[in-house]
């Protein structure tokens, strides 16, 4: 059994994983990486203990130091095997990114990326929705072409809360065009601008070619976005644990 864990601007995802599939999952909520204490937040997985240790623990992360220092006295003080910090290393990996910097792209559009070839699509635009919205162009022979980022739903509403007249405002409804109220108007503007500009975003990604590409949708707030996304989408939930677990098995 290997432990996974996929650190984020805003959560932690963890999972258990076995004979090639997730078993159980979680995510606990973080202030992110500046304002969090990571040693108080780890003992909130003390949990995880119940199942005994794990043979392996992979973790892709985008937190920087202080996470992973915090989060490899955690594993040390429970007599755990010492975590593994992924990195995006074409020679094990095999995905190759046209980035001015390969650096500085996130490992968890990596692994991401990583999980679609493991599940058998060599070219893809992937769509990761978390606290940001990244969209990647993934062609033959794990060929990253580049990418797009844009605010996520969270996001977005956070920062017309933050304006006048909108601050304070409760949790509006969604689904309503056109709203007659301000946190209607919010909640549905949000939540269908983001759907058209993935749509508009990911057909400008896909390439000129008489095959078929596939779009991959994944991340925490995919399963509100996919109701209104048109054409054809594949939801996959699991892809960067699917991704973690098949870059571990390299180097």
């Given at each position: 059994?290997?432990?996974?864990?996929?650190?984020?601007?805003?959560?932690?995802?963890?999972?258990?994983?076995?004979?090639?599939?997730?078993?159980?999952?979680?995510?606990?909520?973080?202030?992110?990486?500046?304002?969090?204490?990571?040693?108080?937040?780890?003992?909130?997985?003390?949990?995880?203990?119940?199942?005994?240790?794990?043979?392996?623990?992979?973790?892709?992360?985008?937190?920087?130091?202080?996470?992973?220092?915090?989060?490899?006295?955690?594993?040390?003080?429970?007599?755990?095997?010492?975590?593994?910090?992924?990195?995006a290393d074409p020679a094990l990996h095999g995905i190759t990114s046209?980035?001015?910097?390969?650096?500085?792209?996130?490992?968890?559009?990596?692994?991401?990326?990583?999980?679609?070839?493991?599940?058998?699509?060599?070219?893809?635009?992937?769509?990761?929705?978390?606290?940001?919205?990244?969209?990647?162009?993934?062609?033959?022979?794990?060929?990253?072409?580049?990418?797009?980022?844009?605010?996520?739903?969270?996001?977005?509403?956070?920062?017309?809360?933050?304006?006048?007249?909108?601050?304070?405002?409760?949790?509006?409804?969604?689904?309503?065009?056109?709203?007659?109220?301000?946190?209607?108007?919010?909640?549905?503007?949000?939540?269908?601008?983001?759907?058209?500009?993935?749509?508009?975003?990911?057909?400008?990604?896909?390439?000129?070619?008489?095959?078929?590409?596939?779009?991959?949708?994944?991340?925490g707030d995919a399963s509100q976005l996919v109701p209104h996304l048109t054409g054809d989408?594949?939801?996959?939930?699991?892809?960067?644990?699917?991704?973690?677990?098949?870059?571990?098995?390299?180097?």
């Amino acid at each position: 059994m290997k432990l996974l864990l996929d650190a984020g601007n805003s959560r932690l995802k963890w999972a258990w994983w076995a004979q090639g599939a997730v078993r159980e999952q979680g995510a606990l909520a973080h202030e992110g990486a500046a304002r969090t204490h990571w040693s108080g937040f780890l003992s909130s997985l003390t949990a995880l203990n119940a199942g005994g240790p794990p043979a392996r623990i992979l973790c892709v992360e985008v937190l920087g130091r202080a996470f992973r220092e915090a989060l490899a006295v955690w594993a040390r003080d429970l007599g755990w095997p010492a975590p593994r910090f992924l990195s995006a290393d074409p020679a094990l990996h095999g995905i190759t990114s046209d980035y001015h910097d390969p650096a500085r792209l996130g490992l968890d559009r990596y692994a991401a990326m990583a999980g679609a070839r493991a599940l058998g699509h060599e070219s893809a635009v992937i769509i990761d929705c978390g606290t940001a919205v990244t969209l990647d162009r993934l062609d033959q022979c794990g060929h990253h072409r580049g990418g797009l980022i844009l605010p996520g739903l969270g996001l977005m509403r956070r920062s017309l809360g933050a304006a006048p007249g909108v601050s304070g405002l409760p949790e509006g409804r969604a689904d309503c065009i056109p709203a007659v109220c301000t946190a209607d108007a919010v909640a549905t503007g949000t939540l269908i601008g983001l759907v058209a500009a993935i749509d508009h975003l990911s057909a400008q990604l896909l390439p000129d070619s008489a095959g078929p590409i596939p779009r991959l949708i994944t991340g925490g707030d995919a399963s509100q976005l996919v109701p209104h996304l048109t054409g054809d989408i594949l939801w996959l939930p699991d892809l960067v644990f699917t991704g973690l677990a098949q870059m571990g098995e390299g180097g």
